[in-house]
């Protein structure tokens, strides 16, 4: 998708990673899933003026900066990277049974 598109993932498919995790739970099929929170705070920088994500950033508190994290990794420097919030604040499912498998973040389960 378009809105999570980055220089480390042209494709918008892959995300490197996942923090601030909470509010966890096993899911009826053994596989655990956790909720990203207050995401907020990890960003820096100013998107570039009229970006199309300027009114979500905005209800999402971003940037907060409280972190820092922008200052020391581009990733997370709006004025860098204006897609990169859009890979995180999701539900992950891990499974733990599975030393192979590869975290998925979901917009649904069921």
């Excluded at 990733?75 to 599975?98: C, H, S, T, Y």
């Amino acid at each position: 998708h378009d809105r999570l598109k980055t220089n480390a993932d042209p494709s918008g498919t892959k995300v490197v990673g996942t923090f601030n995790n909470c509010a966890g739970g096993v899911t009826p099929w053994g596989t655990y899933v956790m909720a990203e929170e207050n995401i907020h705070g990890y960003f820096t920088g100013e998107l570039p003026e009229g970006h199309k994500e300027a009114a979500n950033y905005k209800r999402l508190g971003i940037p907060e900066g409280a972190y820092e994290w922008g200052t020391h990794y581009d990733r997370f420097d709006l004025a860098k990277e204006p897609n990169e919030p859009n890979r995180f604040g999701w539900i992950v499912e891990v499974d733990v049974n599975d030393p192979n498998s590869v975290p998925r973040k979901r917009t649904a389960m069921g």
